[in-house]
């Protein structure tokens, strides 16, 4: 099984680069499209025969009270760094309500079991230190494809180095207890994705293409807090760019 | 007295028209909304992912208050002015079956998911506004679900963009679509997305 799993994979690769030189991009927006749509390839790959199988059978297997007690503990650990990344925007209002609902998860919560903090009105936020670096006026570069970690641009691999280093959850031990605790989240993180799976394959006309540019959008618009410029719809021609919000500025 | 009822169904029906002309645009997304869900709530066939009763219920009940050429020309970008006008017709009409088949089959995984309306930010006069809202589910990730809406000549508005999570599902498509163009020709988008659409087609036949 073991073999045979490491050779579609290497197949795979195989077939992913000869597809990737055959497509050297040429689109002025994604320098790097070759050796992304090859990674992209492979981690379709490595999707189908591991991540995705493992999603769905934990999708199967656990009733949803239980999926939304493991999301709520992972989500009560992640508004820590969460915290810190609102600060470091300047936007200390937003940490302290991050910190109070890790404090109010924590304890009423029953160690962040049940998210009592959203349901008192303290709103859920979404930061890491890619948008961090966003908002101290970083460009994004140039898009990646990274096979397992997925999608990132230049930037948002930097800030994904930075925050898996400060991630609290790597720092559990005993070490066996923190492996599978990375290991469910990560189940956990993929199998919310698998309904997005059909809309996908349904719409795309390019998957690769697709998720790029799907990819990029969300970022940008998470730099803004889901408040991003709007693009002002021009009939004809190029659509301009209204500059109404600042980055990283709530927009509530 | 037939005629009196007949006067006063044609009043009615005016009277609806104005209605609707008048109607806000966040009050059409909430109306619509709330209107397709409580059907799907009821619905044991759409929750049991039947395609076909979804398609048609969303071209009923959602296409009317959307406007497609806008959108198509959006997802075309700056190739839009080289088709001709029986080119955007057909380009339309097949982004139109694109987005409606894809999305449709979205509203059959509906649960129990909340939708809260956000209060519209809107200056008088303005025609062009984005309604937003959120679904929100127990232990997952809130989603952003907001439209861009935009004021019609006969007063009435009419959806051309839907954003998740912070993702145009129209301008989504500008660089595959210009990629497309590039190597075909509109000729080669359009038989691209008819392509497409066949093929999806084929699947929902052998399903049902």
């Known amino acids: 099984m073991k073999k045979m799993l490491a050779k579609s994979v290497v197949s795979l690769a195989v077939a992913a680069c000869l597809s990737g030189v055959a497509v050297a991009g040429d689109n002025p927006n994604d320098p790097a499209e070759g050796w992304n749509r090859a990674m992209f390839s492979v981690n379709e790959g490595l999707d189908t025969v591991i991540a995705k199988p493992l999603a769905k059978g934990y999708d199967y297997v656990a009733p949803l009270p239980v999926k939304v007690v493991f999301g709520n503990f992972f989500s009560n650990i992640a508004d820590v760094m969460i915290g810190v990344n609102n600060l470091l925007q300047g936007k200390p209002g937003d940490a302290a309500s991050d910190w109070g609902r890790v404090l109010v998860n924590s304890t009423i919560g029953i160690g962040g079991a049940f998210d009592v903090a959203s349901e008192m009105g303290m709103d859920k936020h979404y930061e890491d230190f890619g948008q961090t670096m966003a908002v101290w006026g970083a460009g994004e570069g140039a898009y990646l494809f990274w096979p397992v970690i997925g999608p990132r641009t230049v930037r948002d691999t930097a800030g994904f180095v930075v925050d898996s280093y400060t991630d609290p959850l790597w720092y559990t031990y005993p070490v066996p207890v923190r492996n599978s605790l990375v290991a469910v989240r990560y189940v956990d993180a993929r199998a919310a994705l698998l309904p997005t799976d059909k809309i996908i394959e349904e719409a795309a006309t390019d998957k690769y293409a697709y998720v790029r540019d799907a990819y990029l959008q969300h970022r940008r618009s998470a730099v803004y807090d889901g408040n991003p410029p709007r693009e002002v719809a021009v009939p004809n021609g190029k659509p301009s760019v209204e500059l109404k919000s600042t980055p990283g500025a709530s927009g509530k | ?208």
């Open chain 2, 1 to 208: 007295m037939k005629q009196l009822f007949s006067l006063l169904a044609g009043i009615f029906l005016l009277a609806s028209n104005v209605f609707a002309a008048d109607e806000a645009p966040d009050v059409l997304v909430k109306r619509v909304t709330e209107e397709v869900l409580n059907i799907v709530r009821n619905d044991k066939d759409i929750q049991a992912g039947n395609s076909k009763k979804v398609i048609q219920l969303v071209e009923v009940k959602v296409l009317p208050h959307f406007n497609f050429l806008r959108m198509t020309s959006l997802a075309v970008g700056k190739d839009w002015n080289k088709a001709s006008p029986e080119q955007k017709k057909r380009l339309a009409k097949e982004f139109e079956t694109l987005l409606v088949r894809t999305y449709s089959n979205a509203l059959t995984a509906y649960k129990n998911q909340t939708i809260i309306y956000k209060p519209l930010r809107m200056q008088p006069g303005d025609t062009d506004v984005l309604v937003r809202t959120e679904i929100r589910q127990p232990g997952q990730q809130a989603v952003q679900l907001d439209y861009g809406v935009e004021k019609q000549d006969n007063g009435a508005w009419k959806v051309y963009d839907v954003v998740v999570a912070g993702i145009s599902l129209v301008t989504n498509y500008r660089e595959t679509f210009a990629q497309e163009v590039r190597n075909g020709g509109i000729d080669g988008l359009i038989a691209t997305l008819a392509d497409k659409n066949k093929q999806t087609e084929a699947k929902l036949e052998k399903k049902s």
